[in-house]
């Protein structure tokens, strides 16, 4: 079982920026492909940024590109998703997924409010 947390998140007033980190402990830690998601309440939970293992691959949804940025540090078992530019619809409970083919772990979340 690996223990994933995210930390991060907090109050920010329109047009700010936060930092979210995603721990992901063990010597394996850089072998995952991490996902960020972010769950609006009364909304499903959504899939809005991807980095492969070897940060070759990047994927972002639609409503994020060009205003977040998803990096790692292999050496810290760490991931990171910057995020400028928010906007009070960033408003949601945002997760961190740790991903090795069919195996996945989650975090427990960290809130991130952005206030008009």
């Known amino acids: 079982q690996v223990q994933v947390k995210e930390s991060g998140g907090g109050l920010v007033q329109t047009g700010g920026s936060l930092r979210l980190s995603c721990l992901i402990p063990?010597?394996?830690?850089?072998?995952?492909?991490v996902n960020w998601f972010r769950q609006a309440p009364g909304k499903e939970r959504v899939r809005i940024a991807t980095?492969?293992?070897?940060?070759?691959?990047?994927n972002y949804e639609d409503s994020v590109t060009g205003r977040f940025t998803i990096s790692r540090d292999n050496a810290k078992n760490t991931a990171y998703l910057q995020m400028n530019s928010l906007k009070p619809e960033d408003t949601a409970v945002y997760y961190c997924q740790a991903r090795r083919g069919p195996s996945e772990y989650w975090g427990q979340g960290t809130q991130v409010t952005v206030s008009s």
């Open positions: 063990g010597r394996t830690s850089g072998s995952y492909a």
């Open positions: 980095i492969s293992s070897a940060s070759i691959i990047y």
